[in-house]
């Protein structure tokens, strides 16, 4: 793979069902065919539907978490196998709302994140700092306790991404500045640097989410060591998601 294309996720979380794939035709149709990765993560029930429409090359799925046991007894849970044999090529794993609500600590992250590697599916790592840690100052402390805790030689593939995003940017409107999102970036791109090397430094991607949107998006998708954006809400809409895409297209000019 090219080091470092620019990959752009749209996170529906518990939102979408067949009926919703209606506009999803237009996105299709739309895309940029070949500077940028585009994800989609549906909800698992929607996995295998979005596979079956006449998906662009460049536009993968990726499910939204996993279990860290390929099979058995784990009453509704999905295992990486699962994901990948739906269509997915991708996972979000340890996304805030899952540490927050599920407890998932970054030891389980690792877990899960091992096991997507062993089934073929690339893991999207979230990391991220809650409100009361910004405000402290620690959010770099914060991050990279969960980058040593959730990564580990076996995890760095090509195509991995870890995406930075602050609890306190999700769903809020808020954002920390440009200058604040390249400190960290650059930070996580020094730690797998000097964990992992050079190959790993150059083919992990470091992409920025939390209220991305089109007014802010230009400037985020600009900064050298952004990679690319995890979006929630303004991925649910194709004609949103598809002016964030035009916008990565145009960061790249
Ligand atoms: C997210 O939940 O990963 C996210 C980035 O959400 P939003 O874009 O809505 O802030």
Redesign the pocket.
């Known amino acids: 793979m090219e080091a470092r294309r620019k990959i752009i996720i749209g996170?529906w979380?518990m939102n979408g069902r067949s009926k919703d794939l209606v506009d999803i035709d237009l996105l299709f149709k739309k895309i940029p065919q070949q500077e940028i990765d585009i994800v989609i993560a549906p909800p698992a029930t929607l996995l295998y539907e979005l596979k079956g429409l006449n998906t662009p090359k460049n536009l993968l799925l990726s499910g939204q978490n996993c279990h860290q046991v390929e099979s058995g007894a784990y009453t509704g849970e999905i295992s990486a196998a699962m994901l990948k044999d739906a269509g997915a090529n991708y996972v979000?794993l340890g996304?805030?709302?899952r540490r927050t609500v599920y407890k998932e600590t970054s030891t389980l992250v690792r877990l899960k994140a091992l096991e997507a590697v062993k089934q073929g599916l690339t893991p999207i790592i979230?990391v991220g700092e809650h409100l009361k840690s910004y405000e402290n100052n620690q959010t770099l402390s914060v991050i990279e306790r969960q980058l040593k805790v959730s990564l580990n030689s076996k995890i760095i593939c090509d195509n991995l991404v870890i995406?930075y995003?602050p609890v306190w940017?999700?769903?809020?409107n808020k954002t920390p500045s440009p200058e604040e999102i390249e400190k960290v970036h650059s930070f996580i791109k020094n730690h797998i640097s000097e964990r992992f090397g050079e190959h790993a430094t150059n083919h992990c991607r470091i992409i920025y989410?939390?209220?991305?949107?089109k007014n802010n998006a230009l400037k985020i998708f600009s900064l050298i060591n952004v990679d690319g954006g995890?979006?929630?809400?303004?991925?649910l809409k194709a004609t949103d998601f598809l002016e964030l895409i035009m916008i990565m297209q145009n960061s790249l000019n």
Do not use: D, F, R
Request: aromatic fraction near 0%; charged fraction near 10%.
């Open positions: 996170n979380k979000i996304h805030s709302e979230c995406a995003e940017a999700i769903g809020s989410g939390g209220s991305v949107n995890l979006i929630g809400g303004a991925s």
